[in-house]
């Protein structure tokens, strides 16, 4: 490669953002000094939100997202600062048990109780003779975590069918919270907006095991402006036990009359009681909304045959919830459910991250805000409805590898800055 060769090339990085698979677009471009029209190619930012599609722009959308988390428990970006000291709730809601699965307990050890009858060999087995029990310490990378002990006894249509109703029993638990808060303050339902608001922001995540949960802010304001303090009896105490309630009493019946519930494990904490600040909270839920279902790019995209499932899938267990959600769809009675459309995401169709309207600003305004900033340094401005797509990616067959080198150094750099300035903000000065 010239020097000439290696200018372009550089060129092409930065105007693309570091973006692994950039769009290439073509059109015609004003010349805001002189007033000229000339055609030119243009490579954009691809914006997929996935790291292990394009490591710049997940890493644009997931600060993004912690942007949207952030503001909504401390105030910024158009969200009132006085939203800090408001009732604020952290909830994990999981899914129930659809089969024994290799995990970590809290003493360390993989032990599965079964419930299936003794066998003479003193073992508790199930009815396919497979030992239910596991006693291995697995470490945090392990791939037999999530995967079931007998793969014949794990229920995967009950689980993809969870999976599509879990945003619909989210959607009813709200709904139970925001009356049960009602009652609670002597009012109905529908008079709740005029002493209180409920908002909240909900994040899914996919465990190892395939099931779906969702981790979730919640926070009271008042019933004008989400400044305003909740009122006096809408305490932080009353809404952990609404919650709780809400959620151990809530369901949603399938159109086949099975119902389906959370599960048992639930976590509740008072954001205010704690030592999670803001920013680790956010950090904590930001992270979650660039992955795929497994973290790998075998489940990234949108399956389009049953055998590239059976290809691209390594692991036995997500390739056969991938299959089971695929062949699902094939069954009138769920095709409503659109399981081959989400057979990559085994049968869950909600969005990653979603809020309620005014828990906090969106992802709209972040990049409107963002993109009139890039407007404003640019001395070309694109003529409406020229421009026309041709393709994606780059020219250079190593400009991919080194995007991705290069997003890599500055995150890096970014991020001992980050830490230079905090070491710096905590040295006091000694008295003189």
Same mark, same amino acid.
Request: overall charge positive; charged content about 25%; proline content about 4%.
């Given at each position: 490669?010239?020097?000439?060769?290696?200018?372009?090339?550089? &060129?092409? @990085?930065? !105007?693309?953002?570091?973006?692994?698979?950039?769009?290439?677009?073509?059109?015609?471009?004003?010349?805001?000094?002189?007033?000229?029209?000339?055609?030119? =190619?243009?490579?954009?930012?691809?914006?997929?939100?996935?790291?292990?599609?394009?490591? +710049?722009? !997940?890493?644009?959308?997931?600060?993004?997202? $912690?942007?949207?988390?952030?503001?909504?428990?401390?105030?910024?970006?158009?969200?009132?600062?006085?939203?800090? !000291?408001?009732?604020?709730?952290?909830?994990?809601?999981?899914?129930?048990?659809?089969?024994?699965?290799?995990?970590?307990?809290?003493?360390?050890?993989?032990?599965?109780?079964? +419930?299936?009858?003794?066998?003479?060999?003193?073992?508790? #087995?199930?009815?396919?003779?497979?030992?239910?029990?596991?006693?291995?310490?697995?470490?945090?990378? =392990?791939?037999?975590?999530?995967?079931?002990?007998?793969?014949?006894?794990?229920?995967?249509?009950?689980?993809?069918?969870?999976?599509?109703?879990?945003?619909?029993?989210?959607?009813?638990?709200?709904?139970?919270? &925001?009356?049960? @808060?009602?009652?609670?303050?002597?009012?109905?339902?529908?008079?709740?907006?005029?002493?209180?608001?409920?908002?909240?922001?909900?994040?899914?995540?996919?465990?190892?095991?395939?099931?779906?949960?969702?981790?979730?802010?919640?926070?009271?304001?008042?019933?004008? *402006?989400?400044?305003?303090?909740?009122?006096?009896?809408?305490?932080?105490?009353?809404?952990?036990?609404?919650?709780?309630?809400?959620?151990?009493? #809530?369901?949603?019946?399938?159109?086949?009359?099975?119902?389906?519930?959370?599960?048992?494990?639930?976590?509740?904490?008072? @954001?205010?009681?704690?030592?999670?600040?803001?920013?680790?909270?956010?950090?904590?839920?930001?992270?979650?909304?660039?992955?795929?279902?497994?973290?790998?790019?075998?489940?990234? &995209?949108?399956?389009?045959?049953?055998?590239?499932?059976? /290809?691209?899938?390594?692991?036995?267990?997500?390739?056969?919830?991938?299959?089971? #959600? $695929?062949?699902?769809?094939?069954?009138?009675?769920?095709?409503?459910?659109?399981?081959?459309?989400?057979?990559?995401?085994?049968?869950?169709?909600?969005?990653?991250?979603?809020?309620?309207?005014?828990?906090?600003?969106?992802?709209?305004?972040?990049? +409107?805000?963002?993109?009139?900033? /890039?407007?404003?340094? *640019?001395?070309?401005?694109?003529?409406?409805?020229?421009?026309?797509?041709?393709?994606?990616?780059?020219?250079?067959?190593?400009?991919?590898? @080194?995007?991705?080198?290069?997003?890599? /150094?500055?995150?890096?750099?970014?991020?001992? !800055?980050?830490?230079?300035?905090? *070491?710096?903000?905590?040295?006091?000065?000694?008295?003189?």
């Amino acid at each position: 490669m010239n020097a000439e060769e290696a200018r372009i090339l550089m &060129r092409e @990085l930065e !105007s693309s953002g570091n973006c692994s698979h950039p769009i290439r677009l073509s059109g015609e471009m004003v010349n805001l000094a002189t007033g000229e029209v000339g055609s030119r =190619s243009l490579r954009i930012s691809c914006k997929d939100r996935r790291r292990v599609v394009c490591p +710049s722009c !997940s890493y644009t959308y997931q600060t993004d997202a $912690w942007i949207l988390v952030s503001s909504g428990l401390v105030g910024g970006k158009g969200t009132p600062d006085e939203v800090g !000291s408001h009732p604020r709730l952290f909830v994990t809601l999981t899914a129930p048990s659809f089969g024994a699965v290799h995990t970590i307990r809290a003493g360390g050890e993989c032990v599965v109780r079964a +419930s299936t009858p003794k066998t003479g060999s003193n073992q508790r #087995s199930c009815a396919h003779g497979r030992v239910l029990l596991c006693r291995v310490r697995h470490a945090e990378d =392990s791939p037999e975590l999530g995967r079931p002990l007998c793969a014949e006894c794990f229920d995967y249509e009950g689980a993809i069918l969870w999976n599509a109703h879990a945003s619909r029993l989210w959607n009813k638990t709200i709904q139970s919270i &925001r009356r049960s @808060l009602a009652e609670a303050g002597g009012l109905r339902q529908k008079r709740l907006k005029s002493e209180a608001q409920v908002h909240y922001l909900k994040v899914a995540e996919l465990q190892r095991r395939g099931l779906v949960h969702f981790h979730v802010l919640v926070r009271a304001d008042g019933p004008d *402006n989400v400044g305003d303090a909740a009122p006096t009896w809408l305490t932080t105490e009353l809404l952990q036990q609404v919650m709780t309630k809400s959620i151990r009493l #809530s369901s949603v019946v399938s159109f086949d009359g099975v119902e389906y519930r959370w599960g048992q494990l639930l976590d509740v904490q008072d @954001l205010g009681a704690t030592a999670q600040d803001a920013n680790t909270v956010a950090s904590y839920l930001a992270k979650y909304v660039t992955k795929t279902a497994d973290g790998s790019k075998d489940l990234a &995209r949108q399956f389009k045959s049953r055998r590239q499932i059976q /290809m691209l899938v390594d692991d036995p267990h997500a390739r056969r919830l991938a299959l089971t #959600s $695929w062949t699902m769809n094939l069954r009138p009675e769920f095709r409503a459910l659109r399981l081959r459309e989400h057979a990559h995401t085994f049968g869950f169709t909600g969005q990653l991250i979603t809020k309620s309207r005014n828990f906090s600003t969106t992802f709209k305004a972040l990049r +409107s805000t963002r993109a009139d900033y /890039m407007a404003a340094q *640019n001395v070309l401005d694109p003529v409406e409805g020229s421009f026309r797509y041709e393709g994606r990616g780059y020219d250079n067959p190593k400009a991919t590898q @080194l995007a991705e080198l290069f997003f890599a /150094m500055h995150r890096d750099l970014r991020a001992e !800055s980050a830490e230079a300035r905090r *070491n710096t903000a905590t040295i006091k000065p000694e008295p003189s």
